[in-house]
């Protein structure tokens, strides 16, 4: 079974400085998808960036980019120039895109702390 | 507006009672599904539907029950036979598989 693991339970940065979330996952497929979604504190999760395993090239949403290491089984998400709003909880998911269930697979969340 | 709606916010009932947490979109979704959030976890799957009068269970089905009906609307009866229904609902629909957007959520508490 494919699980997503975040080591990082709680981070904290300075706003306008960078902060890196971890993301590792298991999986024995080569076609899938990773995701990064932001939970803030309404609660309503917020797709933040997509990966397809078959590109190589890293997905980047503005001040939002990945760093996609396929044969390490390890995505993770780099917060550029940090603002206040993006303090929130921040989930890592799997999609498996050649099975015929469509479950994400999600982490157990990093929960970002923006200083002032 | 385009979107998901899941209400009510916040749902409070009784041990023993059923209870139906609504979710509807008007993006013309094929795709929806529901997610269970419990404190300190990410989301775990309860059920989804890919057409109307079709849908699988996902990991945590038991204690639920779902129809859809319309393609718009995907109800969730969390039942008296689920033991922890305390929780926070999500829905979410989407076009692909791969594409899942979520509604605001219903935090419902049984006690």
């Known amino acids: 079974a494919q699980t997503v693991t975040q080591s990082q339970p709680e981070m904290s940065v300075q706003e306008a400085e960078t902060v890196t979330l971890s993301c590792t996952y298991d999986?024995?497929?080569?076609?899938?998808?990773l995701f990064w979604y932001k939970q803030p504190p309404s609660r309503q999760m917020i797709l933040v960036i997509r990966?397809?395993?078959?590109?190589?090239q890293n997905a980047t949403e503005n001040r939002f980019s990945v760093n996609f290491q396929k044969a390490a089984k390890s995505f993770s998400l780099k917060i550029s120039d940090s603002q206040l709003g993006d303090a929130a909880m921040y989930f890592c998911?799997?999609?498996?895109?050649?099975?015929?269930?469509?479950?994400?697979?999600f982490g157990k969340g990093t929960l970002l702390t923006v200083n002032p | 507006d385009g979107g998901i709606t899941q209400s009510p916010k916040y749902l409070f009932r009784k041990e023993g009672q059923n209870v139906t947490l609504s979710c509807e979109q008007n993006?013309?979704?094929?795709?929806m599904y529901w997610y269970r959030q419990d404190p300190g976890q990410g989301l775990r799957l309860i059920y989804y539907?890919?057409?109307?009068?079709?849908?699988q269970k996902g990991d945590i089905a038991e204690g639920y029950s779902v129809s859809r009906e319309k393609k718009e609307s995907f109800p969730l009866t969390v039942t008296s036979a689920q033991k922890n229904p305390t929780a926070f609902y999500l829905c979410?629909?989407?076009?692909?598989?791969?594409?899942?957007?979520f509604g605001p959520g219903t935090r419902l508490t049984v006690t």
């Open positions: 979410a629909s989407g076009d692909s598989p791969y594409e899942q957007y």
């Open positions: 999986t024995s497929e080569s076609d899938y998808y």
């Open positions: 990966q397809e395993a078959y590109k190589q």
């Open positions: 998911a799997y999609f498996d895109s050649g099975g015929s269930n469509y479950k994400l697979t």
């Open positions: 993006l013309n979704h094929d795709a």
């Open positions: 539907s890919q057409i109307v009068n079709d849908f």
